[in-house]
């Protein structure tokens, strides 16, 4: 590893990612959930009420902390275009290739115009067998903290399973008020705080690194 890769380690928290636990350098197990978004503003003064008093009971409910991290990125279309591409050179029908093209400049010219950003709605739960500051907000998961710990094998399975507990309570909850979810796997972990340290980059996927080096 060279050194600019270590001094850059240095102000990151995380150690390890096993499957969909990301685990920190102070021990910490945490999990992120992805969430879909409820459009509360259409939704009727009686519906807009059940809503607020389910959330309302759900963090009631919790007897533990919980994050909601919203991230705004904006949308990279070039792969709906390429796609768009794929199929242009498959149709037998004129009119419809000339239609694909001209809907496809339609897009690039749109997109050039204006930002179309996509959101993405994410609640991180975490577990502990130490008390944890939960007040530093999402970034406290990319900060180095002194006194490192270490997860051991041993007692991981048993540490998951409380921490899946929380997890659930939390799909749950968010399922009473239409809220859809989904717990994010080991490539969209990596995928979430490649894009997180890199905001600029349009592209979809965090490349490959060998850690061997």
């Known amino acids: 590893m ?92 004129d009119l419809m290739r000339i239609q694909l093209r001209e809907y496809m400049e339609f897009i690039r010219t749109f997109t050039s115009q204006v930002d179309v950003m996509s959101k993405n709605f994410f609640v991180i739960v975490s577990y502990s067998p130490t008390k944890v500051n939960f007040g530093r907000g999402f970034s406290g998961l990319f900060r180095a903290k002194s006194g490192a710990a270490t997860v051991k094998d041993g007692i991981f399975e048993e540490e998951r399973t409380q921490l899946e507990q929380r997890v659930s309570l939390v799909v749950e909850g968010l399922a009473r008020i239409g809220v859809r979810t989904v717990t994010l796997g080991k490539d969209e972990l990596v995928e979430l705080f490649y894009h997180t340290y890199n905001p600029n980059d349009p592209t979809g996927s965090a490349p490959l690194i060998d850690t061997s080096i």
């Open 2 to 93: 060279t050194p600019s890769h270590a001094a850059s380690q240095n102000f990151v928290s995380l150690k390890d990612i096993k499957d969909d636990v990301v685990i920190q350098k102070n021990g910490q197990m945490t999990m992120v959930v992805l969430a879909s978004s409820v459009n509360f503003a259409l939704k009727s003064y009686d519906e807009q009420r059940a809503i607020l008093s389910q959330f309302q009971q759900f963090l009631n409910t919790l007897d533990f902390s919980i994050q909601i991290h919203m991230r705004s990125r904006r949308l990279n279309i070039e792969p709906y275009l390429s796609v768009l591409q794929t199929l242009e050179g498959k149709q037998d029908n």
